[in-house]
C-alpha cells in the first residue's frame, strides 16, 4: 500500500513507519527534521519537507501527496505538547496549529487523492476526553477561534505550563472532532473512506514531553519506560506503533466511519469519545471556523 505519515521521526510514528516498511509498504513522511528523516530514506521511504507550524509548508506537502497518489491512508500522527505560549508562523497557538489546522488542512487536500476504500487516520489522545481524567487538564470548549487566539478566551489558566496542557488536550478534541466531521460530511461523496482517530494510550518512552523541564522531560522519555508498567491506559511506543500501522492496514478497522479507537491494555478498542466530541453542532462549527482560518470553503 502507498501510505503517507506525519510524525514519522520519532515515537509512536517512528515505530508505525518501521513496522509498515518491513511489511513492504511504500511510505511518504512529511518531517521537518531532515536528518531523523534520512534513516527513513536510507529504508527506501520518501521524504517530503513539512513543517505543521506552517500553512505554506503544509500547502506544499499537500501538493507532494498529489504528485504521490494514489495515496491508500493518510496517517496524521505528528502533534507537540508544549508548556510555554508560543504561535505558528501564521499567528495562530503553535499547539493549535499543529496538531489541529494542519492536520486538517491535510485531510481537506489529500482526501481526494485517496483510493476507493482508502484511510484517514488522526492521532488524539485520552486527554482529549476529561472522564479519562489523565491528569492533564480536560478541553473545556473547542472553539476554534478561542483555541486558535487564546487571549480571547475569557477561561484561559494563567500558569503557562497548565495553559498549554489544557490547549494540547483540546487540540486533542479537535482531531476527534475533525475525524467524525470528516466521515460525516462524505458520507454521500465518499462513503468507501474508512476515517479514524487514534489514542495509543499513556505512552511514556517518546518524545513528546521534550519542551518540559528537564527532570520531567528525562522521566518521560527515561525513568517511567524503564519502571515496566504495561496495561491499561499506559503503553510503549512499540505497541501503540504497532497498532497504529495496524489501524492504517488491517482489513479489521475498514468498518471506522469516524471512530475512535483507543490503546488499553495493549489492543485497540473502539469506544465512544468524549461527550465534548459527540456535539454534532459543535463539531460542524469547528470544521467552518477552521476552514475559514485556512482559507478553504465550508
Ligand atoms: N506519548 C504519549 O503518551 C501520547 C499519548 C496520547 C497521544 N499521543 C500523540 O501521539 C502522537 C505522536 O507523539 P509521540 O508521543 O510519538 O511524540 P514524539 O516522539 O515527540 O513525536 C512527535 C512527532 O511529531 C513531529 N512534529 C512535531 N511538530 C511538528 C511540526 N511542526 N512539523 C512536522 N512534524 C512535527 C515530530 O517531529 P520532529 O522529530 O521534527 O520533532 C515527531 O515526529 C502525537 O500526536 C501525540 O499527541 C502521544
Given at each position: 500500500m502507498r501510505i503517507v505519515?506525519?510524525?514519522?521521526?520519532?515515537?509512536?510514528?517512528?515505530?508505525?513507519?518501521?513496522?509498515?516498511l518491513t511489511a513492504g509498504h511504500s511510505l511518504m513522511i512529511g518531517a521537518r527534521n531532515r536528518t531523523a528523516a534520512a534513516l527513513w530514506k536510507g529504508r527506501g521511504a520518501h521524504i517530503e519537507a513539512l513543517d505543521l507550524a506552517s500553512l505554506a509548508s503544509t500547502r506544499a506537502f499537500a501538493e507532494a501527496i498529489a504528485a504521490f497518489a494514489p495515496v491508500d491512508a493518510l496517517v496524521l500522527n505528528a502533534g507537540v505538547q508544549l508548556?510555554?505560549?508560543?504561535?505558528?508562523?501564521?499567528?495562530?497557538?503553535?499547539?493549535?496549529?499543529?496538531?489541529?489546522?494542519?492536520?486538517?488542512?491535510?485531510?481537506?487536500?489529500?482526501?481526494?487523492?485517496?483510493?476507493?476504500?482508502?484511510?484517514?487516520?488522526?492521532?488524539?489522545?485520552?486527554?482529549?476526553?476529561?472522564?479519562?481524567?489523565?491528569?492533564?487538564?480536560?478541553?473545556?470548549h473547542a472553539d476554534a477561534r478561542l483555541l486558535a487566539f487564546p487571549e480571547h478566551d475569557g477561561a484561559l489558566d494563567r500558569d503557562p505550563g497548565t495553559r498549554g496542557r489544557r490547549a494540547y488536550a483540546s487540540s486533542k478534541l479537535a482531531n476527534v472532532m475533525t475525524a467524525r466531521e470528516l466521515a460525516a460530511r462524505l458520507k454521500a461523496t465518499r462513503p468507501d473512506l474508512t476515517i479514524a482517530a487514534f489514542d495509543p494510550g499513556f505512552t511514556p518512552g517518546t518524545g513528546l514531553a521534550?519542551?518540559?523541564?528537564?527532570v520531567i522531560s528525562f522521566a518521560f522519555k527515561a525513568v517511567l519506560p524503564?519502571?515496566?508498567?504495561?496495561?491499561?491506559?499506559?503503553?510503549?511506543?512499540?505497541?501503540?506503533?504497532?497498532?497504529?500501522?495496524?489501524?492504517?492496514?488491517?482489513?479489521?478497522?475498514?468498518?471506522?466511519?469516524?471512530?475512535?479507537?483507543?490503546?488499553?491494555?495493549?489492543?485497540?478498542?473502539?469506544?465512544?469519545?468524549?461527550?465534548?466530541?459527540?456535539?454534532a453542532k459543535a463539531c460542524a462549527a469547528l470544521w467552518d471556523e477552521s476552514a475559514a482560518m485556512v482559507g478553504l470553503p465550508a
Open positions: 505519515i506525519t510524525g514519522g521521526t520519532s515515537g509512536i510514528g517512528a515505530v508505525a513507519c518501521d513496522a509498515l508548556v510555554q505560549p508560543a504561535r505558528s508562523i501564521d499567528g495562530f497557538d503553535l499547539t493549535f496549529a499543529t496538531n489541529h489546522l494542519a492536520h486538517y488542512l491535510l485531510a481537506r487536500l489529500a482526501t481526494p487523492y485517496l483510493v476507493s476504500g482508502g484511510r484517514v487516520l488522526l492521532t488524539s489522545s485520552g486527554t482529549h476526553d476529561a472522564a479519562e481524567k489523565t491528569g492533564i487538564p480536560p478541553p473545556l521534550r519542551a518540559y523541564p528537564g524503564a519502571l515496566r508498567v504495561f496495561g491499561g491506559r499506559v503503553s510503549t511506543p512499540k505497541v501503540s506503533g504497532r497498532l497504529l500501522a495496524a489501524l492504517a492496514v488491517s482489513p479489521a478497522y475498514a468498518h471506522a466511519r469516524g471512530a475512535y479507537f483507543a490503546v488499553r491494555a495493549n489492543q485497540l478498542q473502539e469506544k465512544p469519545p468524549a461527550i465534548l466530541a459527540q456535539d
